[in-house]
Antibody
Framework: EVQLVETGGGLVQPGKSLKLTCATS????????MHWVRQSPEKQLEWVAQ??????????YYAESVKGRFTISRDDSKSSVYLQMNSLKEEDTAIYYCTVSNAWGQGASVTVSS | DIQLTQSPSTLPASLGERVTISCRASQSISNSLNWYQQKPDGTVKRLIY???TLESGVPSRFSGSGSGTDYSLSISSLESEDFAMYYCLQYATYPLTFGSGTKLEIK
């Protein structure tokens, strides 16, 4: 069974940083293309970032709204994907989901507020 | 960016009814479209990928169709567990984009 578990969410002040972790199991992580997707309080889904596999040179892609502030990375030895979020803004407040193919995690809540 | 216009935003329907949700892209996406269901507890499930391929384990009352810029998700006979939010996603080009969602609610 595919499992994705996001951790690292919380309340953070604007301008600060936070790192999300997605621990996975149940599939061949090293071959997988991983995504982060977020859902705003208004329930709109927004794709955030993608990282491809080693065979694709770990290519990364970002939404314009997070480019230069967020970094997606992965550790194939730990079957985990990460989202480093810097210079956080109030509009980054959302539930952050880790996804692969047909599976989604349960989400991690990030609130950016002073 | 490719915009996805999803309609209706809210769809009141009755048990046993057939419903259709539309997703229109701002340019051709060559069948690169998925449909997702989200339950009130936040759980997200992919129902259909590549426009019309049913995900394993998804009931056959769900179906997807379309081409070019126009796509749709149909549910042939609504059951109680189908009342949820539905979103389309295009992956033809970066950035990937979602529709704004359709809330399927009990009439």
């Amino acid at each position: 069974e595919v499992q994705l578990v996001e951790t690292g969410g919380g309340l953070v002040q604007p301008g600060k940083s936070l790192k999300l972790t997605c621990a996975t199991s149940g599939f061949t992580f090293s071959n997988a293309w991983m995504h982060w997707v977020r859902q705003s309080p208004e329930k709109q889904l927004e794709w955030v970032a993608q990282i491809k596999a080693k065979s694709n040179n770990y290519a990364t892609y970002y939404a314009e709204s997070v480019k230069g502030r967020f970094t997606i990375s992965r550790d194939d030895s730990k079957s985990s994907v990460y989202l480093q979020m810097n210079s956080l803004k109030e509009e980054d407040t959302a539930i952050y989901y880790c996804t692969v193919s047909n599976a989604w995690g349960q989400g991690a809540s990030v609130t950016v507020s002073s | 960016d490719i915009q996805l216009t999803q309609s209706p935003s809210t769809l009141p329907a009755s048990l046993g009814e057939r419903v259709t949700i539309s997703c229109r892209a701002s340019q051709s996406i060559s069948n690169s479209l998925n449909w997702y269901q989200q339950k009130p507890d936040g759980t997200v499930k992919r129902l259909i990928y590549s426009t019309s391929t049913l995900e394993s384990g998804v009931p056959s009352r769900f179906s997807g169709s379309g081409s070019g810029t126009d796509y749709s998700l149909s549910i042939s006979s609504l059951e109680s567990e189908d009342f949820a939010m539905y979103y389309c996603l295009q992956y033809a080009t970066y950035p990937l984009t979602f529709g704004s969602g359709t809330k399927l609610e009990i009439k």
